[in-house]
């Protein structure tokens, strides 16, 4: 295991998703599109899809 001051990769927060009250069933699914994207970065049109998907997401929990 490395330092944690050492990166090695990427990481997340959820604070701004549990803010807008969004909970664990839509988290998994922004890490799905999150893991599509990475696995297929120049599928412009699966980007394309995701992205619809998401301002859906963020219309259903809007910023207080």
Do not use: C, N
């Not at 295991?1 to 909970?23: A, E, F, N, V, Y």
């Not at 394309?48 to 963020?58: E, M, N, P, T």
């Amino acid at each position: 295991q490395k330092p944690h001051m050492m990166t090695s990769g990427i990481r997340l927060g959820t604070p701004g998703m549990t803010t807008r009250g969004i909970k664990e069933p839509e988290a998994r699914k922004v890490a799905e599109w999150i893991s599509d994207i990475l696995r297929r970065p120049s599928d412009m049109r699966m980007r394309s899809a995701i992205r619809s998907q998401v301002l859906k997401l963020v219309k259903k929990f809007p910023i207080y």
